[in-house]
Each structure stands twice: as C-alpha cells, then as structure tokens.
C-alpha cells in the first residue's frame, strides 16, 4: 500500500547529501558533535589529551598567542584555559571566508580522579602549551613481591 522510498534513485539522495555539504561549509555545522567529549567544529584552541600511568598530558595549539597572557587553572579535576587572541584584520579588505578564530575563548578539560592538582607542569614550546599533570602516587600501579 505504501512505498518505501529505498525504490527512489540513489542520485537524489546523493544530491540532497551534496546539498547539506554546501549549506554546512557555507553557515557552519549546527548539529551537536557526533560524541560526548568532541567538541564544535572550529573550536579553539585544539587539544590533545594523552596519559601513562604516571601522569596525564594535555597540548594546546595555540600558535601567535602570548603564553603570559593565557590563564590556566585546576579546580576538582577540571583544567581550564582562557584567553584572548587577537587577529589584526586589513581594514581596506574585503573577506569573502575568515577561518582564524578571534576573541576570546576557553577551553575545560575533565581529568581523572587519580590525578594530583598539587603537581602540574606547564611550558610553552613552538606554539604548543604542553601541560603535564603527575598522578598521586597511592594510584599509580606498583610491583608486589611475592615472599
């Protein structure tokens, strides 16, 4: 009685996929990121977040940023960077795309429960921020010998 619309040619559903593309590059994506710790598209600054047993590392990409002007905290687990970052445009263009983000931003980063907020380590390098917090020491694994 009814059709189903698989008997539809596969070409307009490759049109209309086609056409979501472009309204997504042209407006941006509004859908919600496809898992629970992504984050939009376009976020700033990007970060990866990797650990051992020993401590937890976390790198933020901030090129062209001022290491003494960003904020870093840890409060119950929770690693916040904010600042600011300024693009000086060219006042006579005319900008059809402008893809570098700014303004200002904040990034938080949920850590484990075994990591220490005593013990944190940051360093600026080439435009990275590399952010090293150590483990307590009660978590991290240890030998047990037999006697």
Do not use: C, H
Not at 20 to 31: A, C, I, N, P, R
Not at 37 to 43: C, I, K, Q
Not at 62 to 83: E, H, M, R, Y
């Amino acid at each position: 009685m009814f059709g189903t619309t698989t008997n539809m040619p596969s070409s307009v559903f490759d049109e209309l996929w086609r056409l979501q593309q472009e309204v997504d590059e042209l407006f941006g994506s509004w859908s919600s990121p496809s898992g629970i710790r992504s984050v939009p598209r376009g976020s700033f600054p990007a970060i990866n977040v990797g650990q051992t047993p020993d401590r937890v590392d976390i790198y933020l990409f901030a090129p062209g940023i001022d290491p003494k002007s960003l904020d870093i905290s840890i409060q119950q687990n929770l690693l916040t960077v904010s600042g600011r970052r300024e693009i000086r445009a060219e006042e006579k263009a005319s900008y059809y795309r402008q893809e570098r983000f700014s303004g200002e931003f904040r990034r938080a980063i949920s850590l484990p429960e075994d990591v220490d907020p005593e013990r944190v380590q940051a360093k600026y390098v080439d435009g990275i921020v590399q952010i090293g917090v150590q483990r307590r020491e009660s978590a991290r694994p240890r030998q047990i010998e037999i006697q």
